[in-house]
Nanobody, 127 residues
Framework: QVQLLESGGGSVQTGGSLSVSCALSGVTGGRYCWAWFRQAPGKAREGVAWVLSDVSIENIHDSVKTRFTISRDYTKNTMSLQMSSLKPEDSGMYFC????????????????????WGQGTQVTVSA
């Protein structure tokens, strides 16, 4: 059974940096899309970035592309999102999610497509 566990996050002032990490366990084989989503109170969950589990292919949403980076540690089976120049509108709960895929080089950033979710970690950016 695939499980995801987020860590990191916290509080920072505008312009600061934070990172969140996700540990993937229970994978016995295959390829997974592995992504970060975020959700602010009263707003829909939105996809931020994805990475494929076994090859170095990734994508970051245009809205944060100049400020966020995603990385993958294949030996530790962890994925991280590094966030810089943070703004108050980046605040919210950040979720790690995954689904098994046969796609060669693409993952969805639609939440409905993801089958496994972590519990989330809070990011708060104050003005």
């Amino acid at each position: 059974q695939v499980q995801l566990l987020e860590s990191g996050g916290g509080s920072v002032q505008t312009g600061g940096s934070l990172s969140v990490s996700c540990a993937l366990s229970g994978v016995t084989g295959g390829r997974y899309c592995w992504a970060w989503f975020r959700q602010a109170p009263g707003k829909a969950r939105e996809g931020v970035a994805w990475v494929l589990s076994d090859v170095s292919i990734e994508n970051i949403h245009d809205s944060v592309k100049t400020r966020f980076t995603i990385s993958r540690d294949y030996t530790k089976n962890t994925m991280s999102l590094q966030m810089s120049s943070l703004k108050p509108e980046d605040s919210g709960m950040y979720f790690c999610a995954a689904y098994e895929t046969w796609a060669r080089d693409y993952c969805s950033l639609r939440a409905a497509g993801y089958t496994t979710w972590g519990q989330g970690t809070q990011v708060t950016v104050s003005a």
